[in-house]
């Protein structure tokens, strides 16, 4: 075999780097044992702000020495396998920053009548449209301005230089735009910084394009109110003047030499020494022997009892500059009440916001003395002043941010800057410090140039931070989901269950049905699921539910590739080809197939994550990688295992085929092409009774899809779903379903009740129906304990909420992702195969399949068996699509292949032929992916029972579409071809 070694030398790499990347995750789960044994008592209880007590104490402390090099517990958190939401509980997220505000805020809160009514009507028609707000503000404003310009209400002093008299609607409206695009983008970098320092492990934020929504996931999150707040809370932007160290030195000399004469454990003549030293110390010295003596007294655990190490200071020009890791103990000490009573009260030390690397690769933090009016805790200004802030260049073409104020904030701004020559001012955003510039000398008319040493991104970012101050523009919490611990610990149960089970399933199978050559196959599909989760630890990825259900269908779906070579040498086994001949002939015959099939799977994966959200994205990571992973091991692992297997040549003793399967399925010859048009009357049969019921009783589509509030229930024993259902409907006007979840004491109470208003109090008052009418109607009582419940209890384990306008939004990317997919598909197919009447085939038999498994969710619901349709179906669907196109290209490379050997007579044998030469392969994968799937639907729970169902029958229903329609579609397209060569035939005949 050519390349070996680079084969051998990449696998040991890879895996090396999963070997790296996964020991993390081995850490991690080390340090949370020890949390959780620190936090239980003796009656096996565990007190949950008691482990997060002790997970916070050792965040930036070395838990993990790999080769000398230390890394912190959140070096390790950031860089293990974390796993999603449904996996673990917490909260997912969705903001939309109000354009309202924004252009109230630009036109200066007007009291004109026309535009408060066309700001109105605007907001109103939002909730329902895809048009953007300021284009329904400005057919609101035509409507009901009596012809008046957008001048007349925009030309205002704040706007001056910008706006006047004489500019344009069109302009305005593009001013408009522009500032709401940058009020996202503002609140996109406020948000981010907010939820970095929460101290979540493995946050996650992103715009979605194009919608000016913000996606948050916090994994792990207990405390639901303080999450609302910190994402939905107005940014407070303040200017304060800065101490430096030299102006309070003298007070914190008196404050170390206090504290040392105070210390119960000293002695009045090492008091006297320590205060003679203090004397001799320069003022930022004398802080840190302040901090480092109260730091000794100080176990993180315990404020009265033990010791900690030392955090050292690193670096002082103006300020005081610590390590990171120190920066959670400085702060245990500055709440302390002692330290607090011991600090000027005309001082305030806030952190900067990011920390700077120093020369010696150290990350540092300054922290900065802030320095308090007299007789005021208000800063001296505040950022509702800035009217104007951009990035531009300072006089050495150097990135600098450019700052305008109203005329009152530069008035209080040439006093600020007059008084503070030669110091700092600092801009601080929600209490931290963003930049401390100099002031080089008074700025009399407001508008000023801070210049640093910016990057062009970090001018851009600070010129947003500035302008958060000029235009309120408050985010909105338009979807949210809560997954209970409890919830997510289940799920990740039954997931890992049905991924054990389904794999050793398809390990007996292959090893009785290929002998040693499924030995090899299961070797490869191990290296499969190794590589996955390694690759997924090093792109720091959360493994979700269904990316565990990605993984168990990559276990169906890796056997595939080896299904194909497997079947290809014994195919030149039976032709009496030699054994090194054979797996030679095996490999490179199979290679094209292997290829195509996984490509168009590949894409759509590709599509899916482009174009999906929330848990369709994370399931099309693990697709693809999958993909890679599988194509990796199934072609280039086995062929050096295979090879080292082999090397006594033809009298080696690897074997690919078990006796009783040596010759199976390899002599049929049945007519699949006569019998198309019978299968085409099944197929369209089945369809039209599926999507008629569909048309009479409706599909149940799930929240993502309609909008509504949903919650996952739990009660100490079973009740009646149909029972509370009817209760509720008295509570809600009937808008709720409840149906059970998984459980017979688990149900899932979903309801429309105010789903266009999206307010807290909205929110409030539908969780306080819901939980008031189960225990008037169940007489139980509702407790936050989900993990214990008592006889008579219930609780809510998991929450979701999804705006109408965000379900709309959902639809049509999930519509956009099936169409995109097709498109992809039918392209890469001409591509390959230069015929359209191959690709045609393909996108029909496609269609074809998914409108099976719509009718399938039709015809099920009709017996009683509903599945919700949603994001996770489509993934189900997208999928099928994937494995569908995946049989039919190996069932065309055939076609070509015997085509290319044998020419365009007789073209039906020749398509028959191919149908039944693949027929062995296409049976065992579709039994294989099949074991899986079984699996998946019966442990793999509520959670992921309608993927599961839509997964089964998409295979189902592709095997046979592959052989039944899509293949039999390229003969009728060909029809005219076909009945030439035909002709042909005849002639040469007669």
């Not at 997220?93 to 009514?117: R, Y």
Request: with cysteine; glycine share 8%.
């Amino acid at each position: 075999m050519q390349n070996k070694g680079v084969i051998v030398f990449l696998t040991v790499i890879i895996t090396a780097l999963c070997l790296y990347y996964l020991s993390f995750t081995f850490v991690s789960n080390g340090v949370q044992q020890k949390a959780e044994a620190y936090a239980t008592d003796a009656s096996g209880n565990v007190d949950f702000a008691k482990r997060r007590a002790y997970l916070d104490s050792v965040w930036r402390e070395p838990v993990y020495n790999f080769l000398g090099a230390d890394y912190t517990y959140q070096e390790v958190k950031e860089t293990e396998l974390g796993l999603g939401l449904d996996l673990q509980g917490g909260m997912h997220v969705t903001l939309a920053v109000s354009p309202v505000e924004i252009v109230k805020g630009l036109a200066g809160n007007p009291k004109d009548a026309a535009f408060n009514k066309s700001v109105d009507e605007a907001k109103e028609a939002a909730k329902t449209s895809d048009e953007k707000f300021v284009d329904l503000f400005y057919s609101a404003w035509q409507a009901n301005s009596s012809g008046k310009n957008l001048s007349s209400i925009f030309a205002t002093a704040a706007n001056r230089g910008r706006i006047s008299l004489e500019t344009s609607d069109a302009e305005i409206l593009d001013i408009l735009d522009t500032e709401i695009e940058n009020a996202i983008e503002r609140s996109f970098n406020i948000l981010r910084t907010r939820i970095d320092r929460f101290g979540t492990s493995q946050p996650n934020i992103q715009r979605i394009q194009g919608s000016g929504r913000i996606q948050i996931e916090l994994p792990g999150v207990d405390n639901q109110e303080r999450v609302r707040n910190l994402l939905q809370g107005v940014a407070k932007l303040q200017f304060w003047e800065v101490a430096e160290v030299n102006e309070f030195g003298a007070s914190l000399e008196a404050i170390n030499s206090a504290y040392l004469a105070n210390q119960g454990n000293t002695t009045s003549e090492t008091a006297a020494a320590d205060t003679l030293s203090t004397e001799q110390l320069t003022p930022e010295d004398s802080l840190r022997k302040a901090l480092e003596e109260q730091l000794d007294q100080i176990d993180p655990m315990n404020p009265n009892a033990g010791t900690s190490p030392l955090f050292s200071l690193l670096k002082a020009n103006y300020g005081l500059v610590y390590d990171v890791k120190d920066t959670m103990t400085i702060n245990r000490i500055l709440k302390n009440d002692d330290y607090k009573a011991l600090l000027p009260r005309d001082i305030k030390l806030l952190w900067g916001v990011k920390p700077q690397t120093l020369e010696d690769g150290t990350e540092a933090l300054e922290l900065y003395a802030i320095k308090i009016p007299k007789g005021s805790d208000q800063a001296p200004l505040e950022g509702d002043v800035v009217t104007d802030a951009r990035q531009a260049l300072d006089q050495t073409s150097r990135p600098a941010v450019s700052m305008q104020m109203n005329a009152d904030g530069a008035r209080k701004w040439r006093k600020m800057t007059a008084d503070n020559i030669g110091r700092r001012i600092a801009v601080v955003l929600d209490d931290y410090v963003y930049t401390a510039p100099v002031v080089n000398g008074e700025i009399p008319n407001g508008s000023s140039e801070i210049a640093g040493n910016f990057t062009l991104l970090e001018a851009q970012d600070l010129a947003n931070i500035l302008k958060s101050g000029s235009l309120p523009a408050p985010t909105q919490i338009v979807e949210e989901s809560i997954i209970g611990p409890t919830l997510g610990k289940e799920a990740l149960n039954q997931g890992l269950i049905s991924m054990v089970a389904g794999l050793a399933i398809v390990v007996l199978f292959m090893v009785a049905y290929y002998a040693k050559g499924g030995l090899v196959a299961i070797a490869a599909l191990v290296f499969n699921i190794f590589f996955i989760l390694g690759i997924l630890a090093q792109l720091q990825a959360s493994l979700t539910l269904p990316g565990i259900a990605g993984i168990v269908l990559t276990i169906g779906m890796s056997i595939d590739a080896n299904v194909l070579i497997f079947e290809r040498i014994k195919e030149e086994l039976r032709n009496g080809v030699g054994l090194i001949a054979a797996i030679n002939a095996g490999y490179n015959k199979a290679f094209s197939a292997i290829l195509d099939s996984n490509v168009t799977t590949f894409l759509t994966g590709a599509i899916l994550y482009a174009l999906g959200q929330g848990p369709v994205k994370g399931f099309a990571i693990v697709l693809m990688i999958g993909i890679a992973c599988s194509f990796f091991s199934a072609v280039f692992i086995t062929r050096v295992i295979v090879s080292w297997m082999s090397k006594k040549g033809d009298k080696s003793s690897i074997s690919f085929a078990t006796p009783f399967a040596k010759n199976a399925l390899s002599t049929l010859n049945i007519d699949f092409l006569g019998k198309r048009k019978v299968a085409y009357l099944i197929s369209t049969g089945i369809i039209i009774v599926g999507l008629a019921i569909a048309a009479i009783n409706g599909l149940k589509f799930g929240v993502d899809f309609t909008g509504g509030r949903s919650y996952i229930v739990a009660f100490a024993e079973p009740v009646a779903a149909s029972e509370l259902k009817t209760g509720l409907d008295g509570e809600f006007d009937g808008s709720v379903e409840v149906k059970t979840y998984g459980a017979t004491n688990v149900l899932k109470v979903t309801t429309s009740y105010l789903i266009n208003e999206d307010d807290d109090a909205s929110n409030a008052e539908v969780e306080s129906k819901v939980k008031e009418g189960i225990a008037t109607i169940t007489g139980f009582q509702f407790t936050e304990n989900a993990e214990d419940l008592a006889a008579n209890q219930f609780a809510i384990t998991g929450s979701s909420k999804v705006g109408a306008t965000v379900a709309d939004d959902i639809k049509a990317s999930s519509g956009e992702a099936m169409i995109a997919a097709l498109i992809a598909i039918f392209l890469y197919i001409l591509l390959r195969f230069r015929k359209w009447q191959f690709s045609l085939a393909s996108i029909i038999a496609l269609i074809h399949d998914t409108l099976f498994v719509i009718a399938a969710f039709a015809i099920a619901s009709a017996f009683g068996a509903t599945f919700e349709i949603d994001q996770v179906f489509i993934a189900a669907v997208l999928t099928v699509i994937g494995y569908s196109i995946n049989d039919t290209v190996i069932v065309f490379d055939r076609i070509r292949e015997n085509i290319e050997s044998r020419g365009t007579n007789r073209l039906v044998k020749v398509f028959n032929d191919a149908i039944n030469q693949t027929l062995g392969r296409t049976l065992i994968t579709s039994f294989t992916t099949l074991i899986v799937i079984i699996v998946l639907l019966v442990f793999g729970g509520e959670v992921l029972r309608g993927f599961s169902f839509a997964l089964f029958i998409g295979i189902v229903v592709g095997t046979y579409s592959s052989v039944f329609i899509a293949t039999p579609i390229v003969v009728d397209l060909m029809k005219r071809e076909i009945d030439h060569e035909e002709a042909k035939e005849s002639k040469k005949l007669a």
